[in-house]
Every structure is written in C-alpha cells, then in structure tokens.
C-alpha cells in the first residue's frame, strides 16, 4: 500500500446539511462531509451515500479515499442516510423510496452549488454501490458516471436474503441483527449538539427488526422489485463501472450490467476478492490501485476536456488539455482475474492466476460445455448440517472467511467427477440440470463445484442452490407432485476458473446446506436420476496466439494518509472468529462466530466499541431443529462530554412446521441509564422458502 502525501491541489474539508423533502412535508437535513480542493474554479462532485455514519463508522476508510479524490480536482462527498447517524429523520427498510429519492436530490443539490461544474460521479460499495445504481435509475441529470462495488442489481436473487429461492439463513439472520443494531445508535451530540437526545428517542421508537418484512415475502414479488435495477436497466442513463469479487456473493451482477446495458458506456471488473473495495489489502489479493483506476473513469465522464496523466505514479502529474482521454474506454469491456488450480484454505494472501480481458459479453470465445452426470439412480439425503464448511456468507477478508477443504461436505453429497486432461477454464456462470424424484411436497437441491487435486483434496469452486417449489419461476411456490419425477435447471455463481491437468472436476449434489440455507419442514431428500442430468461449463478458448504482456494490468493500491485511529492493547485472549461445535449425544452441530472490534478511539476523542456473536445450530436429522442467533454491544462514548451511550441486542430465529418464529431485543443506556428497551415476537407464515 502506497500514501500518497503531495497532490496536484491543497484541499479543505467541512461538515454540511444537505435539506431534502421529509416524508411528510417539510424539510429533512442530511448530514455530509465536504473534501474539496483549493481552487476558485468549480469542479465536479462525487458522492458516497450509505448509512453507515461518516462520524465514526466508516470515518476511517472515508479518509482513506475522499481526500485523495480532492487532492485530484474533484469535491469528493460522503453523505448519511436519513435515520442514520447524524441525519434527520427515522431508519426505516433497505432502498426505501424515500431513500432513494433523498439520493437523487441530494445529486441535483450538489450540482447546485458555486463550487461544483454541475456533473456529479456516485460511488459506493455494497449498500454504496447498489444505492448508486439505484440513483442512476432515477437518472437525475446531472448524474453522469457511477462506480459501483460489490452492489446488487437484483435484490431477491443476488442479495443476501434469498438463494435459488430458498431463505438464505445466514445472510438473513446476519444482516437483520446487524441493521437493528445500527439502526439503534444515537446521534453524536458533537454534530447535533443538545438535541441529540430527543432525535435518538424518535429513532429509537421508529424500530422494527427487518427480516419481519424480509420473511413475509418470500416469492419474488413487488417488494422485491423495488430497488431491482434488473428490472429495467434502460433507465440508467449514467456510465457504469462495475466492479466485483469472485469471493462475494454479488459477483454475478457485474456480469449482467455489463451484458446488458451500453457497452459505449460500460466497463467491468472483477478480481479475486471478497465484499470490500478492492484496494484495501484485504484477502485474497492481489489489490489492485482502485482509487487510479476510477480516477480515469471520473476524468473521462465528468470533464469536458478529458484529461491525461502523465504516468501514473505517486509523483505524476495530472495534464488537463483540449481533446486528451484517459484511455480508460480503451480498455476490454470486462477485465477479470482467472484463479489456477490452488489447495483448499480459509484465506490466501494472493491466489494465483492472471488477468485477462474480453471486448464482449457474452463472449464469443466462451461455449457451454456439457458433462453427462453417469450411474445408476441414487437417494440424496443429506444429514441436515451439511453446509458447516461453506465459510462466510459474506466473506471479508477475515482468516477463516473461505471455505477449507471440501471432502468433508462431498462425503454427505452424491459426486460426479471427470478428469481434467487439458487445462480447461471456465469464465461466467456454470449451470445444472438434474432429473429428481421427490416424495414429499417440497425440497432443497445444492450443487457445488470443486477441483479435486491429484492429494484428493477439494477446493470450492463455486456453487448454487434451488428451493424446489420455485423450480417454475421465483415469482410462484408450487408443490411437487408427491413421487413425481422432474428435471429441474439452475445456474451456480459465476467464476474464473482454471481447472489444470491431472486434477478432477467435481460436481457434488446435496439436499440441506445449513446455515445458508432455511431447511424445509418436510423435505426427506431426493432420488436422482443421473440418466438426463448435467452438469454445462463456460469454456472460454484459450487464445489463438500469446497476448502482449501486461495487456490488462493495474497500478499498486494508493490511499491518502490514514486518519490515525488507535486501537489500545488488551490482554483478553481473542475467541476464534469460527468455531464448529458438536454435541455427539444430541446429534446437534453449532456453527459460533465472533467479531470482536475492540475499542477505537478517534482523533475527536470519540471512543468506539463493537462486539457480536452469531450461532447457528441444528440437529443431524431435525430440519425444525434449525436456529440462528445474533447479539450485537456497541458503545459510544466522549469521556470529556461526559457522553456515554450503550446499545445491547438480541435476535433469533427459529420455525415450525408452518411458521418463521422470530424474538428481538434492543436496550439502550446512557451511562448507567436504561432510556430504551423494546421486545419484539412474531410469527410468520412460511408459505414458500
């Protein structure tokens, strides 16, 4: 990592409060933070538009970027969420209307101003990205280029709710906890002043757990639809850089923004990380010089003189001048890392590959490859905690985010393999179809791809899941036909793979993955008939000849100085971020996370706490054993204000036969004061899912 110190601008920052129409009538005030550079002249703005709390939440990775993109000509500009941080108004739903609206004019409110050209970038990761898209739907004018990270453009079926259909466990239990608790933290009175108090209490009544809502709908419906940029991607009118990792879980979005919308406009990257900005050294690397990368794509948009640097290291200049181009349109209009053949581990400093371009997409160069599944007819009943070594839901980074070897889980599926005798790569998203026979009503089917080592050690490729009642549409639930047979079709996360000689392809076939995956009530496995089941590859050819060296390649990840938050030593021992726990007598399995912050205190003085628990626990044989669990402590806390704020909660999920059941708890204290305490149960019908 290079910090980068000179710039071709001073710059300056200032807190501001954007007005934009409340839900009701009036007015609501925004919190922002303003990084400009030093100049008489207007130049154009970017925005970061995320709940997040640019006062303490994301205030470190907010110096790592917004200075950097002022110290190059740009008002670079974070915003909260209403509801959120030091934001007027109430927390409310992911992508409410409201909130989208509020990002439109909070664009149309920049372009507005005396230091601002009127042409505004919007760029964000995960919440941030997908808000950005989201704004580019509305198509405000003066929103001309968006960069989007790690976002979905499809919110039931690329997110974190939702899996082949199925209710995504983890993801779901995860964020809900999460969001309650982040919807729960105060308002800094260092930013707000007195009022704090009374705008914490009206936020504080305002909430409710998310998943009561996430859980009620559980087809694709128009719940769903909102915020789905799929559904229309003729409505983004702004240039889109899509950027994503082979690692999270919304890579697959890049590929379709860039197969569907203008390729005049468009361009694609995705490397080998997990959910975060792919400059931050996060593993698996290589990182690549994000920060230069969209510097070319903002210049190319957002400047009516488009401009050219001279080189692109830590001392070159920017040269600005009639009829120049960053050359950023040049490049292929996706650039992807393919990952070799590698050993099963949790995390990897780098993995090994190389990166590759294509000027289209779908490609040319990639046809679907069909492998017949061979064997006699075989009975699929996965014992219910298959899916423990499936690594994070949402990886980031962390040391035991991936998943480890994989001969465990293949052990409690059906296998199909086939040698590898040519180096094969494979580039999008591998499809299966398989003939089942179910006799109950309903089901579960996993597929995961993995390259088996000569060692026979197993390596995750990429997987996909069906609920079985929504094999005719997402839209619908249907039964299945009790001791009918089917054949059922469904696509597996994309990838960029390469398979080497020697090595395997492994196709593993399982009917329960917990905790990604809600178990059903009834479902007992399946009977599958590899007589008309596949398995289809995307085999991208090799090149007619050698490429150019260095045809796609980045510069090394460069970020303005760090804001020089500390983190005080402690002598309590760290639990393990992923520990698997059996009880051999019960039958019982329990997967326990942690994530333990610590204390950080800001140059403001602000002393930050976090700390969460996640369980999921099940029974070998009891789909309705299945149980997810959450506690969240976050304390906020200004010693010298004699401000002392603490936010404790509780959240689980559990079923029935015909019921989601869910209990939550949220207390609240100022110093030794509880000013808030509130439980929720509910009861939510399972109709699909």
């Not at 559980?218 to 990792?245: F, K, M, N, P």
């Not at 298959?386 to 994989?406: H, K, N």
Request: with cysteine; hydrophobic share 35%.
């Amino acid at each position: 990592m290079r910090i980068r110190t000179e710039y071709p601008y001073a710059t300056r920052r200032e807190d501001i409060r954007i007005p934009v129409p409340g839900v009701s009538g009036g007015t609501t005030l925004l919190h922002g933070r303003v990084w400009r550079p030093v100049t008489e002249e207007p130049v154009p703005a970017l925005l970061e538009y995320v709940p997040y709390r640019l006062s303490d939440g994301t205030a470190a990775s907010d110096q790592q970027r917004h200075p950097w993109y002022a110290g190059h000509g740009y008002a670079s500009v974070r915003v909260d969420v209403r509801g959120h941080g030091n934001s007027e108004g109430v927390p409310g739903d992911e992508y409410t209307a409201a909130e989208q609206a509020d990002g439109a004019a909070v664009v149309e409110w920049l372009a507005r101003q005396p230091w601002c050209t009127g042409r505004v970038g919007m760029f964000g990761v995960s919440w941030g990205g997908t808000s950005a898209l989201q704004t580019a739907a509305l198509a405000p004018e003066p929103l001309k280029a968006v960069v989007t990270v790690c976002s979905t453009d499809d919110r039931y079926d690329n997110d974190v709710h939702r899996v082949g259909g199925a209710v995504a466990a983890a993801g779901t239990a995860s964020r809900a906890a999460t969001l309650l608790a982040f919807s729960a933290r105060p308002p800094d009175p260092l930013h707000t002043g007195d009022d704090w108090e009374r705008l914490w209490q009206v936020r504080l009544d305002a909430l409710e757990p998310l998943h009561h809502t996430w859980l009620a709908h559980l087809t694709r419906d128009a719940y769903w639809e909102h915020g789905s940029v799929c559904q229309d991607y003729g409505a983004i009118r702004a240039a889109v850089l899509a950027v994503g990792g082979w690692q999270d879980p919304c890579r697959d979005t890049v590929l379709r923004l860039v197969g569907a919308l203008d390729p005049t406009r468009t361009r694609g990257i995705i490397g080998p990380w997990p959910h975060e900005y792919p400059d931050q050294g996060l593993r698996p690397g290589p990182a690549i010089g994000f920060l230069q990368e969209t510097l070319r794509w903002w210049d190319h948009w957002l400047r009516d003189d488009a401009p050219e640097r001279a080189g692109h290291g830590a001392g070159a200049e920017r040269q600005v001048g009639p009829g120049t181009a960053t050359g950023v349109m040049a490049e292929p209009l996706l650039r992807f890392w393919i990952t070799e053949s590698h050993p099963p581990a949790t995390a990897y400093d780098e993995l090994p590959g190389r990166w590759d371009g294509e000027p289209a997409w779908p490609s040319p160069r990639i046809t679907p490859v069909a492998y017949a599944l061979q064997g006699p007819p075989l009975v699929v009943d996965s014992p219910q905690h298959t899916g423990l070594d499936a690594g994070s839901f949402v990886p980031f980074g962390e040391d035991a985010d991936l998943p480890p070897d994989q001969r465990d889980e293949d052990a409690k599926s059906a296998s199909f393999e086939f040698p590898v005798a040519e180096r094969t790569e494979i580039l999008g998203r591998p499809r299966v179809t398989l003939r089942l026979r179910l006799d109950a009503g309903h089901g579960q089917v996993v597929a995961r791809l993995c390259d088996v080592a000569p060692d026979g050690s197993s390596t995750l490729v990429t997987r996909g899941a069906l609920d079985l009642s929504c094999r005719a549409g997402r839209d619908r639930a249907d039964d299945w036909p009790a001791g009918a047979t089917e054949d059922v079709s469904f696509e597996l996360g994309a990838a960029g793979h390469a398979f080497a000689p020697g090595h395997r392809i492994r196709l593993a076939v399982s009917s329960a993955y917990w905790p990604w995956i809600w178990p059903r009530a009834d479902s007992a496995g399946f009977t599958l008939d590899p007589d008309g089941s596949l398995l289809e590859l995307p085999v991208r050819a090799a090149p007619e000849g050698p490429g150019p060296p260095g045809t796609v390649a980045f510069e090394e990840p460069e970020h303005a100085a760090p804001l020089g938050v500390v983190t005080p030593v402690t002598l309590d021992p760290p639990r393990p971020a992923r520990l698997v726990v059996r009880d051999v007598a019960k039958g019982e399995w329990r997967l326990e996370l942690s994530d333990d912050a610590g204390t950080r205190v800001h140059p403001d003085g602000l002393e930050h706490t976090e700390r969460s628990t996640e369980s999921y626990a099940i029974q070998e044989r009891d789909p309705l054993s299945a149980t997810a669990r959450s506690a969240w402590t976050i304390r906020l806390h200004r010693p010298e204000q004699g401000w002392d704020t603490t936010v404790e909660t509780r959240s689980e999920i559990r079923c029935d036969a015909e019921h989601f059941i869910t209990t939550d708890e949220v207390v609240c204290r100022h110093g030794r004061e509880v000013v808030f305490h509130r439980t929720w149960q509910k009861r939510i019908p399972r109709t699909a899912g």
